[in-house]
C-alpha cells in the first residue's frame, strides 16, 4: 500500500515466451514520474502478447499469440497474479482482445476472425467460446495480404459496436454481438496495401486514427456511432522523410485531451508526434524522437506519462511529455525480454 492506505497503481507487461520473454510481469508504477519497478512474473501461458484489464480491475486477460490460439483469464492479487482456469482456444495467432457486452473479444491474426468468449460474474471466462466471426478477402500485397489478418478489435466509445481491423483485407468491420455472437454490421474499405493495424478513437467519439502498417501513414476517419458507421478522410505519413524498406508502424494512442497523437514506427524505431487540427479531422506531424529501445511494438498512456514496449530490445521504456509540444523525453526503462505491451490499473 502507498502512503494514506491507497494501493499503488500497476502495470501488466505481456511478452513473447518463445523468444524468451518472462510470461506476463507485473510492475508497480512509481507517484512521481511514473516510473515502472517488477514486482512478480507469471510463465504460465505461451506468448502472452496482449492484455486487457477488467474495469473492476479484479482480472486481467491475455492472449496467447500462438498457432493454435488461446485467450486467458488471471486473478489480481496485489503484487501478483495466478490463472484462473487453463486458456479458451480462440483463432489462430491472436494478437489483441478487448471487453465487448459481457464477453473478451479476440482479434486472430492468423485465421483472420473474431471470437467471443462469455465472461463470468466472477471474471472467469467459460470453457468455450459463444461464436466466431470469420473476415474474408485479401489485399495486393503478395505476401502479406494473400487472405484476412485481423489485427485489433475493440469496443468503440459509445459501447455499442466492435471495431475489428483487417490488415490482410485493408478493411475495418463493425459488429455486434447476438446471443453471444458477434454479426458483422458493416465493412468500411480503406486504400488497398494500406494494411490497416490498429485503431486509436479520439475522446469527442466522432473520429477514430486507424495507423498502417504497409504503408507508414495514419488514416483519420469519422465515426457515427449512431450508425456505427466509419468514414475515412485523409492519409498522413507518419515520418517527415521517405520511409526505408523497414518501416512498420505498429502502435496508436491519443492523448487524453484529444490535442494529440503518438504513433510507433519498427524498424525506423521512432516515436512520431502529431497536433490533431480541424476539430479532429486533420493531422500535422510535429516531430519524431527515438524510441529507447528496438522495435517498438505497442504504446500506452498513463498520467501524463507515455510507454513503449520495444521487442527486440526488450526492454519497457518511459518518456515525461512536454504538456505543450507533447514531444516524448525519455525519462528511464525497465528490462522486459521480448516485451509486447504494457497496460495499467
Same mark, same amino acid.
Given at each position: 500500500m502507498a502512503d494514506g492506505g491507497r494501493r499503488r497503481r500497476r502495470a501488466f507487461i505481456g511478452s513473447f515466451t518463445a523468444a524468451g520473454g518472462p510470461g506476463?510481469?507485473?510492475?508497480?508504477?512509481?507517484?512521481?514520474?511514473?516510473?515502472?519497478?517488477?514486482?512478480?512474473?507469471?510463465?504460465?501461458?505461451?506468448?502472452?502478447?496482449?492484455?486487457?484489464?477488467?474495469p473492476d480491475g479484479g482480472t486481467l486477460y491475455a492472449v496467447s499469440e500462438t498457432a493454435d490460439g488461446a485467450v486467458a483469464a488471471y486473478r489480481v492479487k496485489g503484487g501478483a497474479i495466478e490463472l484462473t482456469g487453463p486458456p479458451v482456444r480462440v483463432g489462430s495467432g491472436p494478437t489483441h482482445l478487448s471487453l465487448f457486452d459481457g464477453h473478451v473479444l479476440t482479434a486472430n491474426y492468423g485465421s483472420g476472425s473474431v471470437t467471443a468468449v462469455p465472461v463470468r460474474p466472477d471474471g472467469r471466462l467459460a470453457h468455450?467460446?459463444?461464436?466466431?466471426?470469420?473476415?474474408?478477402?485479401?489485399?495486393?500485397?503478395?505476401?502479406?495480404?494473400?487472405?484476412?489478418?485481423?489485427?485489433?478489435?475493440?469496443?468503440?466509445?459509445?459501447?455499442?459496436?466492435?471495431?475489428?481491423?483487417?490488415?490482410?483485407?485493408?478493411?475495418?468491420?463493425?459488429?455486434?454481438?447476438?446471443?453471444?455472437?458477434?454479426?458483422?454490421?458493416?465493412?468500411?474499405?480503406?486504400r488497398p496495401g494500406s494494411g490497416p493495424r490498429h485503431l486509436a478513437f479520439h475522446p469527442d467519439g466522432a473520429?477514430? =486514427? +486507424?495507423? /498502417? *502498417?504497409?504503408?507508414?501513414? !495514419? $488514416?483519420?476517419?469519422?465515426? %457515427?456511432?449512431?450508425?456505427?458507421?466509419?468514414?475515412?478522410?485523409?492519409?498522413?505519413?507518419?515520418?517527415?522523410?521517405?520511409?526505408?524498406?523497414?518501416?512498420y508502424p505498429s502502435g496508436i494512442v491519443v492523448a487524453p485531451d484529444g490535442r494529440f497523437l503518438w504513433t510507433a514506427t519498427r524498424g525506423e524505431d521512432v516515436l512520431s508526434v502529431f497536433a490533431v487540427e480541424a476539430q479532429g479531422e486533420r493531422l500535422r506531424l510535429v516531430g519524431t524522437v527515438p524510441c529507447g529501445g528496438h522495435w517498438p511494438r505497442a504504446l500506452a498512456?498513463?498520467?501524463?506519462?507515455? =510507454? +513503449?514496449? /520495444? *521487442?527486440?530490445?526488450?526492454? !519497457? $521504456?518511459?518518456?515525461?511529455? %512536454?504538456?505543450?509540444?507533447?514531444?516524448?523525453?525519455?525519462?528511464?526503462?525497465?528490462?522486459?525480454?521480448?516485451?509486447?505491451?504494457?497496460?495499467?490499473?
Open positions: 506476463v510481469v507485473t510492475a508497480a508504477v512509481a507517484e512521481q514520474g511514473g516510473a515502472l519497478t517488477a514486482l512478480s512474473s507469471v510463465d504460465g501461458v505461451l506468448d502472452p502478447s496482449y492484455l486487457a484489464l477488467s468455450l467460446p459463444s461464436g466466431v466471426l470469420q473476415h474474408t478477402g485479401s489485399g495486393p500485397h503478395d505476401r502479406r495480404q494473400r487472405a484476412a489478418h485481423a489485427h485489433q478489435v475493440q469496443p468503440d466509445p459509445s459501447g455499442r459496436w466492435a471495431v475489428s481491423v483487417d490488415l490482410g483485407t485493408d478493411s475495418v468491420r463493425v459488429c455486434t454481438l447476438a446471443d453471444g455472437r458477434p454479426v458483422l454490421r458493416r465493412e468500411i474499405a480503406l473520429h477514430a =486514427y +486507424v495507423v /498502417n *502498417e504497409l504503408t507508414p501513414t !495514419v $488514416t483519420v476517419c469519422h465515426w %457515427d456511432a449512431a450508425a456505427g458507421s466509419l468514414k475515412p478522410l485523409a492519409e498522413t505519413p507518419v515520418l517527415p522523410d521517405a520511409p526505408t524498406a523497414d518501416a498512456v498513463s498520467d501524463g506519462c507515455l =510507454y +513503449v514496449a /520495444n *521487442e527486440r530490445s526488450g526492454n !519497457v $521504456t518511459w518518456f515525461a511529455v %512536454d504538456p505543450e509540444t507533447r514531444l516524448p523525453e525519455r525519462a528511464g526503462a525497465i528490462d522486459v525480454p521480448a516485451a509486447s505491451c504494457v497496460v495499467f490499473d
